[in-house]
């Protein structure tokens, strides 16, 4: 398969997968309409093969020519002074906008719902929905899980060093 072998469905989706890598199916599946993982893992292998792999925590990454050819910027990249870029969907934006920096107190997942919720945007995810944006954050690097019994989150590194651009949706 060649990037002329594409077509506009197929080099949409691969467009995606650079864009929130590392990613999970569910995340995929949401993205794109389909009914699980397991539809979404079919289509990778069908359409996609040549472009993606998955990391050691079986994660969905791009593959180097799949970077090459999407017309989008990586999920996550260093931005050359020390920071980070992330680029995520609409609720993972939300998110990050709420939660507490690298060193202060983290925040349960109630506690981001609210505080997404309380934006005054007109916002109403569910603790699913939050649950899962904080996984994938973490999943990026740029949220950390502290253990207690209630898992709570925080960012990974200065606020200050984090530039966060939204996706599409």
Do not use: F
């Not at 398969?1 to 691969?14: C, I, K, Q, S």
């Not at 397991?38 to 472009?51: F, G, I, M, N, Q």
């Not at 609720?91 to 925040?107: C, I, K, M, N, S």
Request: proline share 5%; hydrophobic share 35%; aromatic share 4%.
């Amino acid at each position: 398969m060649t990037e002329a072998d594409l077509t506009d469905e197929e080099r949409e989706r691969l467009d995606d997968v650079v864009a929130l890598q590392p990613t999970k199916n569910s995340e995929l599946a949401d993205r794109w309409g389909l009914e699980g993982g397991s539809e979404v893992h079919a289509y990778l292998e069908e359409h996609l093969k040549p472009y993606y792999y998955r990391n050691e925590d079986s994660l969905i990454c791009a593959t180097d020519e799949a970077a090459a050819i999407a017309g989008v910027d990586p999920g996550v990249e260093d931005d050359g002074n020390g920071g980070r870029v992330v680029r995520v969907p609409d609720v993972q934006y939300h998110v990050l906008r709420v939660l507490t920096d690298h060193d202060a107190e983290p925040r349960s997942v109630v506690g981001v719902l609210q505080a997404v919720r309380g934006l005054d945007e007109g916002l109403d995810p569910d603790n699913d929905a939050i649950r899962e944006a904080l996984r994938s954050l973490a999943n990026k690097g740029v949220v950390e899980k502290v253990q207690l019994t209630v898992p709570t989150y925080r960012l990974a590194l200065p606020r200050a060093d984090l530039t966060v651009e939204r996706l599409d949706d």
